[in-house]
C-alpha cells in the first residue's frame, strides 16, 4: 500500500528533514494537510510569501520578512518544534546568498 501524501509529510517531518521541497498547484491543500500534520506532531506551523513575509496566522503580515533573504535569517530564530511553508520560493533559488542560506539552514 502506497503511503498518502499526508502520511508522507508525517514521515518526513518526524525523521527531521531539514527541507522538502515541494512542487504542487494545489496550494491550499499543500498548506492544509501542512497544517495537520504539524498540530498532530504539535508543531508550528509559520507560512511565507512575499506578499505576506513570515507569519503564523493568516490575515497577519510581517513587512520585515517579506524578502527571501530576510525571512530565512527569521528562520534561524525560530522554535525547533516549527514547520515552515515557503510559498513560491523557487523563484528565489536563482539568488546565490539565498541558496547559500538556504544551505546553512540544513
Known sequence: MNPTFRQELETLIRARYPLVYLLSSEEQRVEEELRYVAS??????????????????????????????????????????????LKDFHTALNDSVVKRQLRDLS
Do not use: A, C, F
Open 40 to 85: 498532530r506532531l504539535n508543531k508550528r506551523l509559520y507560512l511565507w510569501s512575499v506578499t505576506t513575509g513570515l507569519i503564523e496566522h493568516p490575515g497577519q503580515k510581517d513587512t520585515s520578512t517579506q524578502r527571501p533573504v530576510e525571512v530565512l535569517l527569521s528562520i534561524e530564530r525560530l522554535p525547533q518544534h516549527s514547520v515552515v511553508l
